[in-house]
């Protein structure tokens, strides 16, 4: 029995590096009742915005590289340094605050990841502080948008009367998540360290530091 986590990078290697949404060029999905933990999405924030309601303030903290070699173009988890094939050519690993939260427009819950930064205008430190209000309050929609390159704009209200509150949804994910069937850190490639180090950029860096 392999471990989720492992899973996962099969299926990523299985379909190819540049496939990286299953869900729309696989097989037609079953109904939720019978199909297993289907894997989490990230919350792409488009320049319409999106609308997202919080359930939870417990983010999960990870360290990832943006991995910008043609092959991958995405983030992938840090192995930790030494042994991070792109720690060892000096590539920065980020922290990444990982936020399951419910996607109003798709009805299911996803990932928002943010970075770690809490400048008034990043991300993280405005969520939070709609979830705080939710938890005064009473259910919120957060609205969020990004005006420019460098910045998000966050805003919140209550859920209108008849507006799915996701409570179906949200319950199907914190016992998926229980059972160890689902994890955060998902929407990030797991990539085997000898996979990064083939990686044509960082081998070729690896070469220049004499690490190859
Ligand atoms: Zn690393």
Not at 56 to 75: E, I, L, M, N, Q
Not at 140 to 147: F, H
Request: charged share 20%; proline share 8%.
């Amino acid at each position: 029995m392999t471990t989720h986590g492992n899973n996962y990078i099969i299926n990523i290697l299985g379909a190819s590096l540049l496939d990286r949404h299953p869900r729309t060029s696989g097989p037609a999905q079953t109904s939720d009742r019978t199909a297993p933990a289907s894997a989490l999405r990230s919350i792409r924030i488009s320049s319409s915005g999106v609308f997202v309601i919080p359930f939870t303030a417990d983010a999960v903290r990870v360290s990832a590289h943006y991995c910008d070699d043609p092959d991958v173009r995405d983030w992938v988890l840090c192995w930790g340094s030494p042994e991070c094939a792109l720690c060892a050519i000096s590539h920065k690993a980020e922290q990444r605050l990982l936020l399951p939260v419910l996607d109003c427009e798709q009805g299911e819950v996803a990932v928002l990841a943010m970075s770690s930064s809490m400048r008034p205008k990043a991300l993280a430190p405005q969520v939070f502080q709609a979830i705080a209000e939710a938890n005064k309050r009473g259910p919120q929609i957060i609205s969020i948008t990004k005006p420019d390159q460098t910045s998000f704009s966050v805003s919140s209200w209550p859920i209108p009367p008849g507006v799915d509150d996701g409570r179906t949804a949200i319950d199907k994910f914190v016992q998926d998540r229980d059972q160890g069937l689902v994890k955060l850190d998902q929407i990030y490639l797991t990539l085997p360290n000898e996979t990064l180090r083939a990686l044509p950029q960082v081998a070729r860096k690896l070469t220049l530091r004499g690490l190859a």
